[in-house]
């Protein structure tokens, strides 16, 4: 069983703090994807990558 790799951080923030903070902010990304507002704007989102896919493929 292997171990999952370490992140490398381009910070000089210590890990717990990075971690602390994730912890405070998940919550409000959360609710906000689970808004109506922001499942709109992922669908947007979504779209926008799916047209960029599709330019690429073309070019």
């Given amino acids: 069983m292997s171990r999952p790799k370490k ?8 890990e717990h703090v990075i971690e602390d903070i ?3 902010i998940l919550p409000d990304i959360i609710a906000y994807y689970e808004s109506e507002e922001g499942q709109k704007e992922f669908e ?9 896919s599709n330019d690429k493929d073309t070019a």
Avoid: H, T, Y
Avoid at 7 to 14: T, V
Avoid at 44 to 52: D, F, L, S, V
């Fill in 7 to 14: 992140i490398r951080l381009k910070s000089d923030l210590p």
């Fill in 22 to 24: 994730a912890r405070c």
């Fill in 44 to 52: 947007k989102w979504k779209a926008e990558q799916k047209a960029n």
